[in-house]
């Protein structure tokens, strides 16, 4: 099972935190040596050093000047914002609406070349029609308890998708059974999804998995929802957050898990099978 999605993120925080403990060592200076010189109390150095407390970019110059070490302070500082860009809250990325997360990704997906997904809830973004997309993005703009323009996002949400018809990349997408019979929107939109999985599913870029629910034998249970872009990104998503794994030995376990995941799918027409029974299934 995937290690905590959280780990990544606070692996890098406590980096961080391990840098600037190094710098105050190799000056030669205490902690409360330290807390005097940067005009702040003790226990603050402790909860930075600790990786309780994330530092400003002014803490970390304070730091490094008390340390005779201002030339590292901008590097550190990059370290500090790439650690805490890991772990990103949906509330704090979507506060005046979610049509601008939609675009946040699009240099991303052009840079992709092999993209590897799996939802285990929801059709992936990638494959969702309008409808569909709609009923997802007016839900999590409820429950996020932002402005809904989930019309706006669902529009933007299948601009980025087009990447799909684009060559120079490939696609792998994972998703188990029950996807095909929960209901987003009204059942028009979900006739429309589900007619659409069975288009894109044929086109030559898009390995369309499906796991059946009788799996027998299944040696791993549904996960989060999980996006791998080539072999350098993970992105998971939480109810509350995205979480961005960098870390290879990371990157190794999602992956490992993918490809168990990807054996226990079914493919062709067997996968096309069971889109055809869901459809049947909302009459």
Same mark, same amino acid.
């Given at each position: 099972?995937?290690?905590? $999605?959280?780990? @990544?993120?606070?692996?890098?925080?406590?980096?961080?935190?391990?840098?600037?403990?190094?710098?105050?060592?190799?000056?030669?200076?205490?902690?409360? %040596?330290?807390?005097?010189?940067?005009?702040?109390?003790? $226990?603050?150095?402790?909860?930075?050093?600790?990786?309780?407390?994330?530092?400003?970019?002014?803490?970390?110059?304070?730091?490094?000047?008390?340390? +005779?070490?201002?030339?590292?302070?901008?590097?550190?500082?990059?370290?500090?914002?790439?650690? %805490? @860009?890991? *772990?990103?809250?949906?509330?704090?990325?979507?506060?005046? +609406?979610?049509?601008?997360?939609?675009?946040?990704?699009?240099?991303?997906?052009?840079?992709?070349?092999?993209?590897?997904?799996?939802?285990?809830? =929801?059709?992936?973004?990638?494959?969702?029609?309008?409808? *569909?997309?709609?009923?997802?993005?007016?839900? @999590?703009?409820?429950?996020?308890?932002?402005?809904?323009?989930?019309?706006?996002?669902?529009?933007?949400?299948?601009?980025?998708?087009?990447?799909?018809?684009? $060559?120079?990349?490939?696609?792998?997408?994972?998703?188990?059974? #029950?996807?095909?019979?929960?209901?987003?929107?009204? %059942?028009? !939109?979900?006739?429309?999804?589900? #007619?659409?999985?069975?288009?894109? #599913?044929?086109?030559?870029?898009?390995?369309?998995?499906?796991?059946?629910? !009788?799996?027998?034998? /299944?040696?791993?249970? $549904?996960?989060?929802?999980?996006?791998?872009?080539?072999?350098?990104?993970?992105?998971?998503?939480? =109810? @509350? !957050?995205?979480? /961005?794994?960098?870390?290879?030995?990371?990157?190794?376990?999602?992956?490992?898990?993918?490809?168990? =995941?990807?054996?226990?799918?079914? *493919? +062709?027409?067997?996968?096309?099978?069971?889109?055809?029974?869901?459809?049947? !299934?909302?009459?």
């Amino acid at each position: 099972m995937p290690v905590s $999605p959280s780990s @990544s993120a606070q692996g890098a925080r406590e980096r961080v935190a391990r840098r600037l403990r190094d710098l105050r060592a190799d000056a030669g200076i205490t902690g409360t %040596e330290l807390a005097l010189s940067c005009g702040w109390s003790h $226990p603050k150095t402790s909860r930075i050093e600790n990786a309780r407390t994330p530092p400003t970019p002014e803490d970390i110059r304070l730091w490094c000047r008390a340390c +005779g070490a201002e030339d590292q302070a901008v590097d550190i500082i990059v370290q500090s914002r790439e650690a %805490e @860009s890991q *772990y990103v809250e949906w509330r704090r990325r979507v506060r005046a +609406g979610l049509r601008h997360l939609q675009d946040g990704y699009v240099d991303l997906y052009r840079a992709t070349t092999l993209f590897r997904v799996y939802s285990p809830t =929801l059709v992936p973004g990638l494959l969702q029609t309008e409808g *569909y997309a709609r009923a997802v993005l007016s839900g @999590s703009a409820r429950i996020l308890d932002v402005p809904d323009d989930s019309a706006q996002a669902a529009a933007a949400r299948l601009e980025r998708s087009k990447v799909i018809h684009e $060559p120079g990349h490939r696609f792998t997408l994972l998703i188990e059974e #029950g996807v095909l019979h929960y209901r987003l929107g009204d %059942e028009a !939109a979900m006739a429309a999804q589900l #007619g659409y999985l069975l288009t894109a #599913g044929a086109l030559p870029s898009v390995s369309l998995g499906i796991i059946p629910s !009788a799996t027998p034998h /299944r040696d791993l249970w $549904p996960q989060e929802v999980f996006h791998v872009y080539d072999d350098a990104l993970v992105s998971v998503e939480l =109810l @509350s !957050a995205r979480v /961005r794994i960098t870390q290879p030995a990371e990157i190794v376990l999602y992956l490992k898990a993918f490809e168990r =995941l990807r054996r226990m799918a079914v *493919y +062709g027409a067997d996968a096309r099978a069971l889109v055809v029974g869901a459809i049947e !299934a909302l009459s």
